[in-house]
Structures are given as C-alpha cells and as structure tokens.
C-alpha cells in the first residue's frame, strides 16, 4: 500500500488549510472534547462556554484515504504540522468551518491554537488528551445554539477534520528498506 506525505506547495497560493470541519469520524482518530463552563460565583446564569478542544492535525499520523482504484495512507511531517497551522491563521481562516466538509457553518471561530512542545505539561493534557508533541491543536468556539445542541451535546460530531490543499511529497513502496521501516511503524500506529 502506498504511503504519501502531504506538504505546502509554497508556490501555490491556494495551498494550505481553508477550514476545519466538525466530525463524526475524524481521520486522525482523535475526538475533541466539549469545555463547558466552570460555575460563575454570583452569576445569576451558568452558561456554558461552547468550545470545543482537540488536535486539527497529528504529525506523522497514517491517515487511511480510499482512493478510486487503490487505496493508500497519507501523513503529514511535523513541519508541515507547523506551517500549515501557521497559514492557516495568516490566511484569515480561523473563521471557516463546515459540518461533515459538506455544509458551510457560521458562527464558528478557532479562538486558540498552539503546537503541543511537551506531551505531558501541555494544556490539552489538563483535559485529559493524549495528543504527542508537534500536534496543532486548538480550541474552537460554537456561537450557535443549533450547532451546539444538534450536533455537539447529542454527540453527532466527535472530531475535528481539516479542509486544505496539499501537494504530496512522494509515493513510497514498500519494496525498500527505508520504506519497510515507515511501512512498519504505520502498522503499529494502526494497531
């Protein structure tokens, strides 16, 4: 089965990530988690905060595709983690988001975003994520009732998935050592 890395295309103006879309399967199998509010001494209303946390992008993580006539995993390196989660913000698309990539959402806006530096001291880890270092994960705001009771609380949407364009690197078969060895470690991410 191939393997493919999936890089920036520098040169192209439309690479890079355009949206981040809610969920129920995310690709890189990991699910967000939904923050509500710690209670407000002296509020007269509880209300809950609506953001969402989790990872938008998992360096080296196998990614199963289908593909129309052989299927193949792809992933993306931890610099390409960091630059796309860069461009993403320089882009202005920290406002762009869609249910399942197929319905364009409003009211929705990635408030925070870092790359985890250290598994175990990082803030996802307060929320009890196992995300490994050079994860883009970030914290997304639900301004919309209907999104956040519809699909959110029910448990439709468990995930975030990335929208983008990329360019892939190369195809490699796993005839050769190098990749044997790429080929190996995808199989015991799978397991």
């Avoid at 990530?17 to 407000?40: G, M, N, R, Y």
């Avoid at 953001?51 to 993580?61: E, Y």
């Avoid at 970030?138 to 959110?152: A, L, Q, R, T, Y």
Wanted: hydrophobic residues 40%.
């Amino acid at each position: 089965m191939n393997i493919i890395e999936l890089l920036l295309d520098e040169e192209n103006e439309v690479s890079g990530i355009e949206a981040v879309s809610l969920v129920e399967s995310p690709a890189i199998e990991s699910d967000f988690i939904a923050l509500k509010s710690q209670e407000i001494k002296l509020a007269k209303v509880d209300d809950e905060k609506k953001i969402l946390m989790g990872a938008a992008l998992i360096p080296n993580k196998p990614i199963f595709r289908k593909g129309e006539t052989e299927d193949y995993y792809v992933y993306f390196s931890a610099d390409t983690v960091r630059k796309a989660s860069e461009l993403f913000f320089k882009n202005g698309n920290q406002n762009n988001a869609t249910l399942e990539h197929n319905l364009a959402l409003n009211d929705l806006t990635v408030v925070e975003s870092w790359i985890v530096e250290d598994s175990v001291k990082d803030k996802s880890a307060i929320y009890d994520l196992e995300l490994p270092v050079g994860t883009w994960a970030i914290s997304m705001k639900v301004n919309s009732d209907e999104i956040w009771n519809d699909f959110v609380k029910s448990g439709k949407v468990k995930g975030f998935s990335i929208e983008g364009y990329f360019a892939d690197k190369a195809t490699l078969e796993a005839s050769t050592d190098v990749n044997e060895t790429k080929l190996e470690e995808i199989k015991k991410l799978l397991r």
